[in-house]
């Protein structure tokens, strides 16, 4: 079964705008992890920002902020004020149980 | 920079050799885990190592194996290489267990690029 879904193979954003970029996980756990990575074009993975699943608030880290929806099993990035240097594969994660999934990744390119 | 080292940055190979990837976690974290990146499976998780003992294992296959030294580096050994096992292979850190919870956040070192010939 797919333990983490990323339904966006590529975004566009505007220089300076706002994106939003979706992840669904699928787990029974009641204690778990989501986690955002980068990986430019350059190759290595960037860790942006994690989400535990019994915290209250959204978890934000500068630009980046999780909208994280645990009900809907949703765990959103939020990327503010885009910047160039943003283009690259964004990784939604997830644990489950005593494995590590990673999600398809979603191209994002800023456009100037 | 993660703090996460890993040699070499490239490694081209035949098929049917054998191959020994090396990874330094961050100054202080006892967790180290290793992953493979392809075009066709994408990033998935191999195997985590806690302070020298294999700890969870995921789609690793029987030609690979890993350790963990006392002085908390790790390999990853690739042996009977075949041209499917060209990939990005990535070692990332952390503190903790990871245990069940698995709620350590991961930093990744550069990764090694295989090429099987």
């Known amino acids: 079964a797919q333990k983490i879904t990323q339904t966006q193979p590529g975004m566009f954003v505007q220089e300076k705008e706002a994106v939003t970029l979706d992840c669904t996980y699928d787990t029974s756990d009641q204690s778990y992890g989501l986690f955002w990575y980068k990986q430019p074009s350059s190759g290595e993975m960037i860790f942006l920002i994690y989400q535990g699943s019994y915290d209250e608030q959204n978890a934000t880290e500068g630009r980046y902020s999780l909208n994280f929806q645990k009900a809907r099993k949703s765990a959103n990035l939020v990327i503010s004020a885009s910047q160039l240097g943003d283009s690259a594969m964004y990784f939604c994660?997830?644990?489950?149980?005593?494995?590590?999934?990673f999600g398809t990744g979603t191209s994002l390119t800023v456009i100037p | 920079d993660s703090g996460v080292t890993q040699t070499p940055k490239h490694l081209i190979t035949a098929t049917g050799q054998r191959v020994t990837l090396r990874c330094s976690p961050r100054?202080?974290?006892?967790?180290v885990y290793w992953y493979q990146q392809s075009l066709d499976q994408g990033l998935q998780f191999l195997i985590q190592?806690?302070?020298?003992?294999?700890?969870a294992k995921g789609n690793i296959l029987e030609r690979f194996s890993a350790q963990q030294f006392p002085d908390l580096h790790s390999e990853l050994n690739l042996s009977s290489l075949e041209l499917g096992d060209s990939a990005l292979y990535f070692c990332a850190s952390s503190p903790g267990t990871g245990g069940l919870a698995f709620t350590d956040t991961q930093y990744f070192g550069p990764g090694t690029r295989l090429t099987v010939l």
């Open positions: 100054s202080g974290d006892l967790s």
């Open positions: 994660a997830t644990s489950h149980g005593n494995q590590f999934y």
């Open positions: 190592y806690y302070n020298g003992e294999e700890r």
